[in-house]
């Protein structure tokens, strides 16, 4: 089946899309005869997103994570890279395998646990029915994005809870497939104080493609921000890339990007 994909935008682009005013940029708002069962999409999409995270559960890929400190005129003053592979083991358990990894050289800055964990769960954003009541999610209207007709949300957390990563942002919902293709928001919530200093985080936008006909799964993430630490400001870019996802059991890869030759199999 041929792949249903978003064309990925330059992040000042995304920007525009991202208001905290009250309304998503571009939205159209539907007149109450024409308005969605907004209630019937939330539910349907959040049960599909739940689908999805159990498929995605049971893939192998490769993640890049690059990391770098900036000056305001973009110069690049520090990096860190981490490349890894997430494999199952023969017996079916699935782990991380660090594959290169050189020292950092940020500036200023560290990747701390949260940043990690954030990675993992807060930038591939998935919202699934059983994480729906920690969420406020409120339907901004409809737009085009690309080729795909959308629903958009914005989302935040009800409450923040001691120890807990939530999603702050917009989210687009693909309204033929009805699972996120698109968001964009930060994580929340920032740390100020306490034993660990300042921890923040910048804006971030994450693109999902379709790679089996099925579920929309992530494969691009970026950011470029300035955080203010009350010792100054930082700029920092970010992109995270997932590639060559590949079914646990299955013979065949699905690879974005330039093509590569596949392995031969083992002996």
Same mark, same amino acid.
């Given at each position: 089946?041929?792949?249903?994909?978003?064309?990925?935008?330059?992040?000042?682009?995304?920007?525009?899309?991202?208001?905290?005013?009250?309304?998503?940029?571009?939205?159209?708002?539907?007149?109450?005869?024409?308005?969605?069962?907004?209630?019937?999409?939330?539910?349907?999409?959040?049960?599909?997103?739940?689908?999805?995270?159990?498929?995605?559960?049971?893939y192998s890929?490769?993640?890049?994570v690059k990391?770098?400190?900036?000056?305001?005129?973009?110069?690049?003053?520090?990096?860190?890279?981490?490349?890894?592979? *997430?494999?199952?083991?023969?017996?079916?358990?699935?782990? #991380?395998?660090? &594959? %290169?990894?050189?020292?950092?050289?940020? !500036?200023? @800055?560290?990747?701390?646990?949260?940043?990690?964990?954030?990675?993992?769960?807060?930038?591939?954003?998935?919202?699934?029915?059983?994480?729906?009541?920690?969420?406020? *999610?409120?339907?901004?209207?409809?737009?085009?994005?690309? #080729?795909?007709? &959308? %629903?958009?949300?914005?989302?935040?957390? !009800?409450? @923040?809870?001691?120890?807990?990563?939530?999603?702050?942002?917009?989210?687009?919902?693909?309204?033929?497939?009805?699972?996120?293709?698109?968001?964009?928001?930060?994580?929340?919530?920032?740390?100020?104080?306490?034993?660990?200093? #300042?921890?923040?985080?910048?804006?971030?936008?994450?693109?999902?493609?379709? @790679?089996?006909?099925?579920?929309?799964?992530?494969?691009?993430?970026?950011?470029?921000?300035?955080?203010?630490?009350?010792?100054?400001?930082?700029?920092?870019?970010?992109?995270?890339?997932?590639?060559n996802y590949?079914?646990?059991?299955?013979?065949?890869?699905?690879?974005?990007?330039?093509?590569?030759?596949?392995?031969?199999?083992?002996?």
């Amino acid at each position: 089946m041929a792949h249903r994909r978003l064309f990925r935008h330059t992040l000042a682009g995304a920007a525009l899309l991202f208001l905290w005013t009250g309304h998503a940029h571009g939205a159209q708002n539907s007149p109450a005869a024409d308005r969605p069962d907004v209630e019937a999409i939330i539910r349907r999409f959040a049960e599909k997103e739940r689908e999805f995270k159990a498929a995605r559960a049971n893939y192998s890929y490769h993640q890049v994570v690059k990391v770098q400190t900036l000056t305001e005129d973009g110069d690049v003053t520090g990096t860190y890279q981490m490349e890894s592979d *997430i494999i199952f083991t023969p017996a079916g358990g699935r782990i #991380e395998r660090v &594959t %290169y990894a050189p020292l950092s050289t940020l !500036k200023g @800055i560290s990747l701390s646990p949260e940043d990690e964990r954030d990675l993992r769960s807060v930038q591939p954003f998935v919202l699934t029915v059983d994480d729906m009541h920690k969420y406020n *999610i409120e339907y901004m209207g409809r737009q085009k994005v690309d #080729e795909l007709d &959308t %629903y958009v949300f914005m989302v935040g957390p !009800k409450r @923040i809870e001691k120890g807990e990563r939530y999603f702050q942002g917009q989210i687009w919902v693909d309204d033929r497939d009805l699972q996120i293709v698109k968001t964009y928001g930060k994580a929340v919530p920032d740390i100020r104080g306490g034993k660990n200093g #300042e921890n923040l985080f910048p804006r971030f936008e994450t693109y999902r493609e379709q @790679i089996d006909g099925k579920y929309w799964f992530p494969t691009w993430t970026g950011a470029d921000d300035t955080l203010y630490f009350s010792s100054g400001s930082q700029r920092i870019r970010m992109i995270v890339r997932y590639e060559n996802y590949k079914q646990f059991g299955s013979e065949i890869n699905i690879t974005f990007g330039d093509e590569v030759p596949s392995e031969p199999p083992s002996q």
